[in-house]
């Protein structure tokens, strides 16, 4: 099949799924779930791979798509590439799908390609519709909290993009949660309320259990986790040290080999040792680990290829864990 051929989606994509949970208190549903793009659409990955994961994703019922800005090498390019696989083979499943989009961080140079400000996030929302051709996102982020703006500017250029009709729904990343909490009265006094909450989420990454999924669940506000294999080093690839092709091989990015210790080794076999006893590969109990919280609406996960896709979405078929199975966990995380 070329690129340019229309997907004929399967006829069970939504009866043989991955599930559904409906986002905080509002009436839609987000896939259990979700395909990222950060580091596998843009123009240094492979287009080929890409674009099937894209159709085995949605062929499971996987409807939401995640990005940013500045997702792919180079910036805008995860964007410009799931634009083109979306006009070109997908054009028709517009309406069934969720595509969402983020500004906050440094796009492009000088003082307002970065940050919180009207100007950044407005301009940034059009560039991204442009590069994706479309008329409208289903859910704008801001990326990150900007302490030199104030949240009342962040705030009014969400709510403005959901009357434009840029946005359909409007949430934020990463914000601590007093910042989080006046957001959600700001944007909710301006008529458009918070749909969602997106933060970092893993075994090994518990910090928004305390507060942020608390407030979360008094606002209504749903809640979508991205990380949740830490990077990759919640699988078993760094079980037996580092492997050259892996991320924290790499020169650049943002897992680096000092954070593989001999002291993390020692958790990540322990906890694979209670995967195993589940039948499950750690990144599949890391997966599944994330749903043990009810607040957990959807977990973003980054695959590189088809096969890693299918091995995810397997995480699924068992998200139950016993008692002793989270304490035991909980004493590793």
């Given at each position: ?34 395909l ?38 180079p ?5 410009k ?28 140079p ?8 009207r ?92 507060e ?56 990540l ?51 139950h ?13």
């Amino acid at each position: 099949m070329s690129d340019k051929e229309k997907h004929n989606a399967s006829p069970d994509r939504y009866t043989n799924s991955v599930g559904y949970n409906f986002c905080g208190k509002s009436g839609l549903k987000l896939p259990r779930l979700s395909l990222g793009l950060w580091h596998n659409f843009g123009d240094v990955d492979d287009a080929t791979e890409a674009l099937n994961m894209l159709k085995y994703a949605f062929d499971k019922g996987i409807t939401h798509f995640d990005l940013a800005n500045n997702y792919g090498t180079p910036f805008g390019s995860a964007e410009k590439n799931f634009g083109k696989m979306l006009k070109n083979n997908f054009g028709s499943y517009r309406d069934e799908m969720i595509i969402s989009s983020k500004a906050g961080h440094e796009m492009w140079p000088g003082p307002y390609g970065d940050g919180g400000s009207r100007k950044y996030l407005m301009a940034s929302l059009d560039q991204s519709l442009s590069r994706m051709k479309l008329d409208y996102v289903d859910i704008f982020y801001s990326h990150r909290y900007d302490e030199n703006t104030p949240l009342e500017e962040t705030m009014g250029a969400l709510s403005h993009m959901v009357k434009q009709g840029k946005a359909l729904y409007v949430g934020i990343s990463k914000y601590p949660e007093d910042k989080a909490r006046e957001a959600y009265r700001l944007l909710r006094e301006n008529g458009t309320p918070c749909l969602i909450y997106q933060g970092r989420y893993s075994i090994l990454s518990r910090e928004i259990e305390t507060e942020v999924l608390p407030l979360a669940a008094e606002e209504g506000v749903g809640f979508v986790g991205f990380s949740p294999l830490a990077q990759g080093m919640l699988s078993d690839k760094y079980l037996n040290g580092i492997p050259e092709h892996s991320r924290a091989a790499l020169s650049h990015g943002f897992l680096q080999k000092s954070q593989i210790t001999p002291e993390l080794v020692e958790r990540l076999l322990k906890l694979n040792d209670i995967a195993q006893q589940r039948g499950q590969t750690l990144a599949q109990m890391a997966l599944a680990w994330c749903f043990h919280k009810p607040q957990v609406n959807s977990v973003i996960v980054g695959t590189s290829s088809v096969k890693q896709l299918q091995d995810n979405i397997a995480a699924l078929e068992n998200t139950h864990f016993s008692d002793e199975e989270l304490w035991k966990i909980g004493e590793l995380g």
